[in-house]
């Protein structure tokens, strides 16, 4: 479905449903509603972590390219987040050492409050011979610990993202025409769920949008 076809659809809606006292909805202020309601569903989704919800964003795991290190010192290594980075799934990396280039290293997650504990734990700490190494996610990046002996060249992340954001060709008119030049993302089912949390954070008389989105994607059956 493309954003125009999505916002025929809200605006038929919000008519039928009587939500907006007769107020109409330009093209700007439905894409803040859009964007906003589809951001929401893949948390909703996310947070619940049962089969039927998950397997709706299943389409929103990805492997990205290989990341390159964005600042290093003789602890750790980090690496950016992708730009529409949601949450964590899966990480390894590429490690050197001496004359062994690129070989797969094993990563493992570790919190703040007990990084050095681990760090300094000698089942635990970073090796490049066992080919492991803690990481943590924090400040929008990866942070890989090392001991020094070791650098890690890159990672491949597994993760899901944030659904693409609707947009209009011209963003500085709110009544330009769609950018039409990609498909939404999901299938029509769920796109018909999010834009009914759409119309529901267009209701004005009701101050709490965020209660009714949850609450319209718990009610609505896929």
């Known amino acids: 479905m493309k954003a125009s076809e999505a916002y025929e659809r809200f605006l038929m809606k919000a008519e039928r449903n009587s ?42 795991l990805l492997d990205s390219e290989p990341i390159s290190y964005s600042f290093h010192n003789e602890n750790y290594y980090a690496f950016e987040l992708p730009e529409d980075y949601f949450e964590f799934s899966n990480v390894y990396g590429k490690a050197s050492k001496g004359d062994c280039y690129n070989t797969n290293i094993d990563l493992f997650e570790i919190k703040d409050f007990n990084k050095n504990i681990i760090i300094s734990d000698e089942f635990t700490s970073p090796s490049f011979e066992y080919r492991e190494a803690p990481f943590t996610i924090s400040d929008n990046s990866v942070k890989v610990f090392t001991d020094n002996n070791f650098s890690v060249d890159n990672i491949i992340l597994t993760y899901y993202r944030y659904p693409k954001k609707i947009k209009l060709q011209n963003p500085d008119n709110p009544e330009s025409q769609f950018d039409d030049s990609f498909d939404l993302d999901f299938d029509d089912k769920v796109i018909d769920r999010i834009i009914s949390a759409a119309v529901s954070g267009f209701d004005i008389n009701n101050s709490s949008e965020r209660w009714q989105l949850h609450n319209v994607f718990a009610k609505t059956e896929l």
């Open 19 to 60: 939500v907006n006292d007769g107020l109409s909805t330009d093209r700007g202020r439905f894409i803040q509603l859009y964007n906003e309601a589809s951001q929401r569903f893949i948390e909703y989704c996310y947070e619940k972590k049962n089969e039927d919800d998950i397997r709706y964003i299943q389409s929103m």
